[in-house]
DNA sequence: AGCACGCCGACT
DNA sequence: GTCGGCGTGCTC
């Protein structure tokens, strides 16, 4: 009797135990050595059966409660190596989240089966009177027609006040009855007939000029050897998967591939199956998800010393093994890439695979075609933007070791390759590597995770790292790589500060001032690219002076007041401090504070009147929900078939655009009034990312910044690309008030439609936790409540609290507080939600 | 998450 | 006096 540690699909924090019945066998194909760990089993929990994944094997009961039987085992190998677990565990206990629910979040969409409910009309009861006369809904049609309903279907009739009670009433009588069945995964490996010749058909010994001849061939030949009589048909169907055979790998035909050469192998196959000389078998088929051929990378004759230098450290560590952390700090153009490329190469020889993770797919798909060009067929993606099948296939190959390299976005932390040599994350800086639904996970820090604890090699890089890793590295937690020079002694470029608060003198008000207008000018007359920022972050409403152009600061905390036209009122959004409308600026004393913020299409609008002939295209949210029309946009621009891109955040990414010598940026300080404690930090990196965006051709590089604030650190750093004074200055600032790195925090989201219920769950959960701290001695200071930055999403109404400790163990004590006491904290249908190391304030 | 068990209002 | 509402609490 084998009993085994499983975590089950519901949010249930602890693992479960269940039993393998002896008449569940493990292994279908004999082998009785195969450990189930590592798969997918169907367990009854309650009164359904869900998906549980087997954690480990033979383990003890307590015998505190009932044990129950495994339903079905659903994997004949493991869908994850075993040394996941480790880190599943690692992440259900740090971001506070049911295992099973992390599992789930972790394996690819539609591989957590469970079982549900349908309703069903008994055959013998079909001419049942009572139930006819029963008026002519829908639900009751279907029945009559199909004799069945949708799962969906049941569900809603049994949760409707009107039916629930005459449903059951139906069951009662035998007339109706519930169907329990599991629900099909949606995702299954896709299967391709395929056929194999069962005798050896020699060669013909002279070369027969034509094919009626070969066809003659093989029937005197099978004829002589096996006294078979061979049809015409059946001759060419040979003749033919011959021809396929040659050519794959294994020796088999796929039928859909034979009938395209040669449609009577239809009825070709059927005699040869009966005559025993040909097999059907079915084989698993991978669908490519590479829907064009992808562009080819040629690899540098030599390296720059800089990244000689750094791959001097990194190519040993991996060689040696053990847990190694690097912070590479290379500035835009400093060759980062290659790095990555080598340190991969270096892995690959010690037998090992690798890991590359990015915030973004447009970088997967860019860094997939210098991993393809490199090492081939080994290359995989993984990332939200392929479909269900797709990514089911991609994983595939990564468990079963076809696949050495897997990139992709956040979530490809979790894929399953065993051996892993290496994890590189690419602009480890970037917010987008933080989840910020459901399982709220970082996947740099769980990069560094899952390395500490497989014992290996993990690269972080960044031209601007946060502010919170490149104090690790200073403070020795992880090996500091530099690169401060560009490829090719490339200079960076000239950045130009334009001071929008010097008023503009003649005519319509424009977005770009005359300088900046100019440079576009004179760079579309020259043939060249141009790259406009618009910093979307300061759309939000907030109120800056006209006279200096500092916004309305919180006075605790730091950052940004938000503007509510309702209540009339400035508000803090950690902490729920506030001031009337009508303040003044406490740097300049002025009262002229003015609400900002304007249309992102003006921006296109204006270029367009500007330069009428200019292809302008545009790249920000709205047009990037479509994920081809992205591509497309970035494609063109790499192809130089788009003269100016105008664009947010996603224009400043890591895109290599070879043929841009121009950058600008419209208001460059609109990200410092966003209510973050890193909206510096976020400005500078955004800067000094698009900054990057120029010169990496052959001409140097110009780039423009338009700003109100042309003397804050944040951006006359970025002017002179010092990111070391940012990290300074951060740091000096960050230390009163206490943010990260100095402190940890974890934000509590409340939501739910009762603006009351919310409001009120949140100050008890918020005056719970003074509470519990009172008594203690390290530093903990709870923020809030607070409505959220955007205190209303769809229907529901958003508060929050923040917690900031010195400690993890206080942070946690408290997530487990909260948790464990949500029931009397939270009123109404309110929904409460942990954010460890928030990311997005908003 | 589901689903069961369990305590208070509108009906026969 | 019953049925049935949906509030708490458990699921190996």
Same mark, same amino acid.
């Given at each position: 009797?084998?009993?085994?540690?499983?975590?089950?699909?519901?949010?249930?924090?602890?693992?479960?135990?269940?039993?393998?019945?002896?008449?569940?066998?493990?292994?279908?194909?004999?082998?009785?050595?195969?450990?189930?760990?590592?798969? #997918?089993?169907?367990?009854?929990?309650?009164?359904?059966?869900?998906?549980?994944?087997?954690?480990?094997?033979?383990?003890?009961?307590?015998?505190?409660?009932?044990?129950?039987?495994?339903?079905?085992?659903?994997?004949?190998?493991?869908?994850?190596?075993?040394?996941?677990?480790?880190?599943?565990?690692?992440?259900?206990?740090?971001?506070?989240?049911?295992?099973?629910?992390?599992?789930?979040?972790?394996?690819?969409?539609?591989?957590?089966?469970?079982?549900?409910?349908?309703?069903?009309?008994?055959?013998?009861?079909?001419?049942?009177?009572?139930?006819?006369?029963?008026?002519?809904?829908?639900?009751?049609?279907?029945?009559?027609?199909?004799?069945?309903?949708?799962?969906?279907?049941?569900?809603?009739?049994?949760?409707?006040?009107?039916?629930?009670?005459?449903?059951?009433?139906?069951?009662?009588?035998?007339?109706?009855?519930?169907?329990?069945?599991?629900?099909?995964?949606?995702?299954?490996?896709?299967?391709?007939?395929?056929?194999?010749?069962?005798?050896?058909?020699?060669?013909?010994?002279?070369?027969?000029?034509?094919?009626?001849?070969?066809?003659?061939?093989?029937?005197?030949?099978?004829?002589?050897?096996?006294?078979?009589?061979?049809?015409?048909?059946?001759?060419?169907?040979?003749?033919?998967?011959?021809?396929?055979?040659?050519?794959?790998?294994?020796?088999?035909?796929?039928?859909?591939?034979?009938?395209?050469?040669?449609?009577?192998?239809?009825?070709?196959?059927?005699?040869?199956?009966?005559?025993?000389?040909?097999?059907?078998?079915?084989?698993?088929?991978?669908?490519?998800?590479?829907?064009?051929?992808?562009?080819?990378?040629?690899?540098?004759?030599?390296?720059?010393?800089?990244?000689? $230098?750094?791959?001097?450290?990194?190519?040993?560590?991996?060689?040696?093994?053990?847990?190694?952390?690097?912070?590479?700090?290379?500035?835009?153009?400093?060759?980062?890439?290659?790095?990555?490329?080598?340190?991969?190469?270096?892995?690959?020889?010690?037998?090992?695979?690798?890991?590359?993770?990015?915030?973004?797919?447009?970088?997967?798909?860019?860094?997939?075609?210098?991993?393809?060009?490199?090492?081939?067929?080994?290359?995989?993606?993984?990332?939200?933007?392929?479909?269900?099948?797709?990514?089911?296939?991609?994983?595939?190959?990564?468990?079963?070791?076809?696949?050495?390299?897997?990139?992709?976005? #956040?979530?490809?932390?979790?894929?399953?390759?065993?051996?892993?040599?290496?994890?590189?994350?690419?602009?480890?800086?970037?917010?987008?590597?933080?989840?910020?639904?459901?399982?709220?996970?970082?996947?740099?820090?769980?990069?560094?995770?899952?390395?500490?604890?497989?014992?290996?090699?993990?690269?972080?890089?960044?031209?601007?790292?946060?502010?919170?890793?490149?104090?690790?590295?200073?403070?020795?937690?992880?090996?500091?790589?530099?690169?401060?020079?560009?490829?090719?002694?490339?200079?960076?470029?000239?950045?130009?500060?334009?001071?929008?608060?010097?008023?503009?003198?003649?005519?319509?008000?424009?977005?770009?001032?005359?300088?900046?207008?100019?440079?576009?000018?004179?760079?579309?007359?020259?043939?060249?690219?141009?790259?406009?920022?618009?910093?979307?972050?300061?759309?939000?409403?907030?109120?800056?002076?006209?006279?200096?152009?500092?916004?309305?600061?919180?006075?605790?905390?730091?950052?940004?007041?938000?503007?509510?036209?309702?209540?009339?009122?400035?508000?803090?959004?950690?902490?729920?401090?506030? $001031?009337?409308?009508?303040?003044?600026?406490?740097?300049?004393?002025?009262?002229?504070?003015?609400?900002?913020?304007?249309?992102?299409?003006?921006?296109?609008?204006?270029?367009?009147?500007?330069?009428?002939?200019?292809?302008?295209?545009?790249?920000?949210?709205?047009?990037?929900?479509?994920?081809?029309?992205?591509?497309?946009?970035?494609?063109?621009?790499?192809?130089?078939?788009?003269?100016?891109?105008?664009?947010?955040?996603?224009?400043?990414?890591?895109?290599?655009?070879?043929?841009?010598?121009?950058?600008?940026?419209?208001?460059?300080?609109?990200?410092?009034?966003?209510?973050?404690?890193?909206?510096?930090?976020?400005?500078?990196?955004?800067?000094?990312?698009?900054?990057?965006?120029?010169?990496?051709?052959?001409?140097?590089?110009?780039?423009?910044?338009?700003?109100?604030?042309?003397?804050?650190?944040?951006?006359?750093?970025?002017?002179?690309?010092?990111?070391?004074?940012?990290?300074?200055?951060?740091?000096?600032?960050?230390?009163?008030?206490?943010?990260?790195?100095?402190?940890?925090?974890?934000?509590?989201?409340?939501?739910?439609?009762?603006?009351?219920?919310?409001?009120?769950?949140?100050?008890?959960?918020?005056?719970?936790?003074?509470?519990?701290?009172?008594?203690?001695?390290?530093?903990?200071?709870?923020?809030?409540?607070?409505?959220?930055?955007?205190?209303?999403?769809?229907?529901?109404?958003?508060?929050?609290?923040?917690?900031?400790?010195?400690?993890?163990?206080?942070?946690?004590?408290?997530?487990?507080?909260?948790?464990?006491?949500?029931?009397?904290?939270?009123?109404?249908?309110?929904?409460?939600?942990?954010?460890?190391?928030?990311?997005?304030?908003?």
């Amino acid at each position: 009797m084998m009993l085994l540690e499983i975590a089950v699909a519901a949010p249930i924090d602890q693992t479960l135990t269940y039993r393998l019945p002896v008449k569940i066998s493990a292994n279908p194909d004999g082998d009785g050595t195969i450990s189930l760990i590592g798969r #997918r089993v169907l367990v009854p929990l309650g009164g359904r059966k869900v998906t549980g994944y087997v954690l480990a094997e033979d383990v003890v009961a307590s015998g505190e409660f009932k044990i129950r039987d495994i339903a079905e085992v659903l994997d004949v190998k493991p869908v994850f190596p075993c040394s996941l677990i480790a880190l599943f565990r690692w992440i259900s206990n740090y971001y506070h989240y049911p295992i099973g629910e992390v599992i789930r979040a972790a394996l690819p969409a539609g591989m957590s089966p469970r079982s549900v409910r349908c309703l069903e009309l008994v055959d013998s009861a079909r001419e049942d009177e009572r139930f006819l006369s029963l008026p002519d809904e829908k639900w009751r049609i279907t029945l009559q027609e199909k004799g069945s309903l949708s799962a969906a279907a049941t569900k809603e009739l049994l949760a409707s006040k009107v039916w629930k009670k005459t449903i059951q009433q139906f069951i009662k009588l035998g007339v109706l009855r519930l169907c329990e069945s599991v629900t099909s995964d949606g995702v299954k490996e896709k299967m391709e007939v395929c056929y194999r010749l069962q005798h050896w058909l020699p060669q013909p010994s002279v070369d027969l000029p034509d094919e009626s001849e070969i066809f003659q061939h093989y029937r005197r030949q099978l004829d002589a050897e096996l006294g078979l009589e061979l049809k015409l048909s059946e001759a060419k169907t040979l003749y033919y998967m011959k021809g396929l055979e040659e050519k794959s790998v294994d020796g088999t035909s796929p039928r859909k591939e034979l009938l395209e050469l040669y449609a009577g192998a239809a009825k070709g196959i059927c005699d040869l199956k009966e005559k025993r000389l040909v097999t059907e078998q079915k084989k698993r088929v991978f669908r490519s998800p590479l829907g064009e051929r992808l562009e080819f990378f040629p690899a540098p004759t030599e390296l720059t010393d800089e990244q000689n $230098v750094a791959l001097a450290e990194i190519v040993p560590a991996i060689e040696q093994g053990g847990y190694t952390p690097f912070l590479l700090h290379g500035v835009t153009g400093s060759g980062k890439t290659e790095v990555y490329l080598q340190a991969t190469a270096a892995a690959l020889r010690q037998g090992k695979s690798v890991l590359v993770i990015v915030p973004e797919i447009a970088l997967a798909t860019q860094l997939e075609a210098h991993f393809v060009s490199r090492f081939g067929e080994q290359v995989v993606l993984l990332h939200s933007g392929l479909s269900a099948s797709e990514r089911f296939d991609q994983w595939s190959l990564a468990m079963s070791g076809e696949a050495k390299i897997v990139i992709g976005a #956040r979530s490809a932390i979790f894929a399953p390759l065993n051996d892993l040599g290496l994890i590189v994350v690419d602009e480890e800086h970037d917010a987008g590597l933080k989840q910020d639904d459901s399982l709220r996970y970082n996947g740099r820090d769980l990069a560094v995770v899952r390395a500490k604890q497989q014992g290996i090699v993990v690269l972080l890089a960044s031209a601007t790292p946060s502010v919170v890793s490149y104090h690790n590295a200073l403070c020795g937690k992880y090996r500091l790589l530099t690169m401060d020079n560009r490829v090719g002694n490339r200079s960076l470029p000239k950045v130009t500060l334009i001071d929008l608060r010097k008023q503009q003198s003649s005519g319509k008000r424009s977005l770009f001032r005359p300088q900046l207008r100019k440079a576009l000018e004179e760079n579309f007359i020259a043939g060249r690219q141009s790259v406009i920022l618009i910093n979307r972050r300061g759309f939000s409403s907030n109120v800056l002076c006209q006279e200096c152009g500092t916004p309305v600061q919180c006075r605790d905390c730091h950052v940004t007041l938000t503007l509510h036209r309702s209540t009339q009122q400035l508000l803090c959004h950690y902490c729920g401090y506030s $001031v009337h409308e009508k303040t003044v600026c406490e740097s300049c004393g002025s009262m002229q504070l003015v609400p900002v913020g304007f249309g992102t299409e003006r921006v296109e609008t204006e270029l367009q009147e500007m330069l009428p002939l200019a292809r302008v295209a545009r790249l920000d949210t709205d047009t990037a929900k479509d994920r081809k029309a992205f591509l497309q946009t970035l494609k063109l621009m790499r192809g130089g078939e788009i003269d100016i891109l105008v664009g947010t955040q996603m224009v400043a990414k890591g895109h290599h655009f070879p043929g841009v010598t121009l950058v600008g940026v419209v208001w460059a300080d609109g990200g410092l009034a966003i209510p973050d404690y890193r909206a510096a930090e976020k400005t500078f990196q955004l800067i000094t990312q698009v900054t990057g965006r120029a010169g990496r051709g052959d001409s140097p590089g110009e780039v423009y910044i338009q700003t109100m604030r042309p003397e804050h650190y944040a951006i006359s750093l970025a002017r002179t690309h010092s990111y070391r004074h940012l990290v300074e200055k951060e740091l000096e600032l960050r230390k009163n008030p206490a943010f990260p790195p100095f402190v940890r925090l974890v934000a509590i989201h409340i939501q739910g439609e009762s603006e009351q219920d919310v409001e009120r769950s949140a100050s008890r959960i918020a005056a719970a936790c003074r509470a519990a701290v009172k008594e203690k001695k390290s530093f903990v200071e709870i923020l809030g409540p607070a409505p959220s930055p955007i205190d209303r999403v769809k229907k529901n109404y958003r508060w929050q609290v923040m917690i900031k400790a010195a400690s993890i163990e206080i942070l946690d004590a408290l997530c487990s507080y909260v948790r464990q006491n949500q029931q009397e904290l939270v009123s109404g249908r309110c929904k409460v939600m942990l954010d460890k190391d928030p990311e997005n304030m908003m």
